[in-house]
Nanobody, 117 residues
């Protein structure tokens, strides 16, 4: 069982930035971030393999970036120029095969991001 611990959520004003962190209890192939806003479907925002191949959703790729530190089994989601529509609960997820098909095997508890003036 892989445990994922997230940190870094909170309140930001439009145009500001936040960095989310997720640490896994052991090595795992793919880690990434989903988000879910009230009344909306969960969406995959970014993922990165242990070979450091990262993918960011087109809807945020001009503002968000994902990085990984394999020595610490951790990933960061750098979110720049935040918008109110980025407000959501952000979930770290991990799997040995994929995050984009089916349901990832492992989930963090979620961290709330609120973007408001």
């Amino acid at each position: 069982q892989v445990h994922l611990v997230e940190s870094g959520g909170g309140l930001a004003r439009p145009g500001e930035f936040l960095t989310l962190s997720c640490v896994a209890s052991e090595k795992i192939e793919i880690m990434g971030w989903f988000r879910q806003a009230p009344g909306k479907q969960r969406e995959l925002i970014a993922s990165i393999t242990r070979f450091l191949t990262g993918v960011v959703a087109p809807s945020v790729e001009d503002r968000f970036a994902i990085n990984r530190d394999n020595t610490e089994n951790s990933i960061l989601l750098q979110m720049n120029n935040l918008r109110p529509e980025d407000s959501a609960v952000y979930y770290c997820a991990a799997d040995e095969q994929t995050l984009s098909v089916g349901t990832p095997a492992y989930w963090g508890q979620g961290t709330l991001v609120t973007v408001s003036s």
